[in-house]
Nanobody, 129 residues
Framework: VQLQASGGGLVQAGGSLRVSCAGSGRTFRWYAVGWFRQAPGKEREFLAGISWSGGNTQYADSVKGRFTISRDNAKNAVYLQMNSLKPEDTAVYYC???????????????????????WGQGTEVTVSS
């Protein structure tokens, strides 16, 4: 599946931003989707994941309570709503997809980037202090 991330930009600390991941094809609804980010000089970091049905979600501790992942399968889209943004949230944000949640636990969602098959090109988020 092809993925297109969008919605990044410049926002002040404390502000909000929603990034979107658009998937191609009618099969996108069967994919678990994860959001990751990578800041300069740092490793890629898992942020949030959602199962293909949307019934299960998982969050990294660093964003729990601030970020919310959701999906609209009718629109072939997954969203990451980001609130209370901090300068340390500055990074390139990527979405990734895993068909049917294969390799994940019973929840159908997981944080291991190696288990995601397809990746979008990334959208840049900059949070100013």
């Amino acid at each position: 599946v092809q993925l297109q991330a969008s919605g990044g930009g410049l926002v002040q600390a404390g502000g909000s931003l929603r990034v979107s991941c658009a998937g191609s094809g009618r099969t996108f609804r069967w994919y678990a989707v994860g959001w990751f980010r990578q800041a300069p000089g740092k490793e890629r970091e898992f942020l949030a994941g959602i199962s293909w049905s949307g019934g299960n979600t998982q969050y990294a501790d660093s964003v729990k309570g601030r970020f919310t992942i959701s999906r609209d399968n009718a629109k072939n889209a997954v969203y990451l709503q980001m609130n209370s943004l901090k300068p340390e949230d500055t990074a390139v944000y990527y979405c990734a997809a895993n068909y049917g949640g294969r390799g994940f636990s019973y929840s159908g969602v997981g944080s291991d980037p190696a288990k995601y098959d397809d990746w979008g090109q990334g959208t840049e988020v900059t949070v100013s202090s």
